[in-house]
């Protein structure tokens, strides 16, 4: 059991960007510990969803707020995947970057559709269906617990075996 004094300690370190071990030899306290209480920060779920503003002056639906929302949404999944990558989730931070990674192509299109003058080439309903896909992806992320492999593992076989009980084989 920790203090609220360590845990403003700890939040205060991670707030520096200072490591895990950091923290630890600071606090005095052991690494699980310590992550157990940035996972716990990080858990809270993101305002998923919600449209940024686009700059002043631009019209929305043309190129410049379509790439400036893109922009942002990527901006958003690395400030996570960071976020999960210093509290020791690498699992869930390689999530984020690989989502991070899927927008890299259209905001390419973007940019250099940008340039032309016939407008952007991506079709409005492509992008979309493609941002309520990675909307409905991050919230599953963001409901459920952050689990280490093991812990997960161990949560899925009771899920299976739950099943089975219910449903045993004829």
């Known amino acids: 059991m920790i203090t609220p004094a360590q845990r403003q300690q700890i939040l205060a370190l991670a707030e520096r960007n200072e490591s895990v071990r950091a923290i630890s030899r600071a606090t005095g306290l052991h690494r699980e510990t310590i992550g157990r209480v940035l996972r716990a920060r990080a858990n809270t779920p993101p305002a998923i969803g919600t449209p940024p503003a686009t700059p002043p002056g631009t019209p929305p639906g043309t190129e410049e707020s379509l790439e400036a929302e893109v922009r942002s949404l990527m901006s958003e999944l690395r400030a996570e995947s960071r976020a999960c990558s210093a ?84």
């Open 87 to 170: 509290s020791g989730d690498a699992g869930n931070a390689a999530k984020f970057a690989r989502i991070g990674a899927m927008l890299a192509p259209l905001l390419a299109r973007l940019e250099r559709a940008r340039g032309q003058e016939d407008g952007v080439f991506i079709p409005a309903s492509e992008l979309a269906a493609k941002r309520a896909q990675l909307v409905a992806h991050l919230r599953t992320l963001a409901s459920g617990p952050f689990l280490c492999a093991k812990c997960g593992r161990e949560e899925r076989v009771a899920w299976v075996d739950d099943a089975d009980d219910r449903n045993p084989p004829r």
